[in-house]
């Protein structure tokens, strides 16, 4: 008889790499390796610096009146975290009409992403089109 072992998910090695997607409604994604960074906090503050086009996170208390909680998406808890962000990107003027990755830095205490990058295009299964001829044409052929 084999000796099968049962894969899960939480054997995938950590991303190292900090990241945080800016999603098309206006919400932020924080993956794990930015959540870790940031030590795990419960509420962040948003930042902006309009000069250079630079989103920041910075942990605070939940009590905090600005803060932001950081919620697990799903039932998962190893990542990735959700910041409600609609009226941030609004108010800023951040594009929010498809939803881009960027890598993310700690510059002392704020995860930062630089929006002068282009950012990763980010696409979900969710609504992902069986249709071949329409897969194609957005060049995504799998």
């Known amino acids: ?12 090695p950590l ?12 919400n932020m994604s924080v993956n794990r390796a930015a959540f870790v960074a940031l030590g795990e906090p419960q509420a962040v503050e948003l930042l902006y ?3 250079e086009n630079i989103v920041g996170f910075r942990a605070v208390p939940t009590d905090t009146e ?11 808890e190893d ?4 910041v409600a962000g609609m009226a941030f990107t609004k108010y800023y003027g951040i ?13 002392d205490d704020v995860l930062c992403i630089d929006l002068k990058q282009e950012g990763t295009v980010v696409t979900s299964n969710r609504g992902r089109s069986t249709d071949v001829e329409e897969v194609e044409a957005q060049g995504k052929l799998i």
């Open 95 to 107: 594009d929010t009409t498809i939803s881009r990755r960027w890598p993310a830095t700690m510059q």
């Open 66 to 76: 600005h803060a932001y909680p950081m919620r697990p998406q799903g039932q998962k």
């Open 1 to 12: 008889m084999a000796n099968f072992q049962v894969f899960t998910r939480r054997m995938v």
């Open 79 to 82: 990542g990735p975290y959700i």
């Open 15 to 26: 991303v190292k790499q900090p990241a945080v997607t800016i999603q098309k409604r206006g």
């Open 49 to 51: 610096d309009p000069a």
